[in-house]
């Protein structure tokens, strides 16, 4: 019988590969899971082309489009970056049983992750379905 595929966050299983140059890393993640299914490691953001370190990136959410803007300077849009990842990439994943993400990264994280409006204000925490802007 194959082992069970699943999808996992790059820096949970220790690659430096957050927007600090840092990890998230999980022992239960590296150790104990990739003992039982085959990972497989997903980073959109370096995946889709940004460098490490890099800048912070959050969404911003536009009347019913959302961008990903540079948390710091909102003149960095990495929108039209990650779309083009995931447009390439999610129809790859379809042999994956299931996904572990990061709590709260804006690129996989859901249910956690913070969508703002152009003013800065906390519109939702929660895993909210958009379209993105082009």
């Known amino acids: 019988m194959l082992p069970i595929s699943i999808g996992i966050s790059r820096c949970l299983i220790g690659d430096a590969v957050r927007y600090d140059g840092t990890d998230k890393y999980s022992k239960l993640c590296r150790s104990q899971l990739s003992a039982n299914f085959d990972l497989n490691s997903i980073c959109p953001e370096v995946e889709s082309g940004l460098s490490i370190p890099r800048e912070p990136i959050e969404l911003i959410q536009y009347s019913n489009k959302l961008k990903v803007l540079g948390r710091d300077d909102s003149s960095i849009d990495v929108t039209g970056q990650l779309l083009n990842f ?49």
Do not use: D, W
């Not at 992750?113 to 909210?128: D, F, T």
């Open 86 to 134: 995931l447009n390439h990439k999610v129809p790859l994943l379809t042999l994956l049983s299931g996904f572990i993400l990061t709590p709260r990264s804006p690129s996989c994280g859901l249910n956690t992750v913070v969508i703002k409006s152009p003013e800065g204000q906390v519109l939702s925490k929660a895993r909210m379905v958009y379209s993105f802007a082009h």
